[in-house]
């Protein structure tokens, strides 16, 4: 895996995530979309980021429906040049 970080959970719990794509809206907000290897279902996690590495967790519904085209752009695009 290449696109590794290391994040802090809710717990304090230090967790490597594997970063699918980061993207910045119209807006010049910054965006980060990941998952979790030790999630066996597979979830996708949504959040913004700052230059400082603040990252907080998209609850915005407007920007989740971005998140979510986004990321199905990016499956698409990687489903053609396999």
Known sequence: MDNLMTITDDSGQER????????????GKKFVLFTDPADTLGRVYAYTYNED?????????????????????????????E
Request: glycine content about 4%.
């Open 16 to 27: 490597e995530v594997e970063i699918l794509l980061t993207f910045e809206s119209d807006e």
């Open 53 to 81: 590495g603040e990252m907080n967790e998209v609850t915005d519904e407007n920007e989740w429906q971005m998140c979510e085209e986004v990321l199905g752009a990016f499956m698409d695009e990687v489903s053609e040049d």
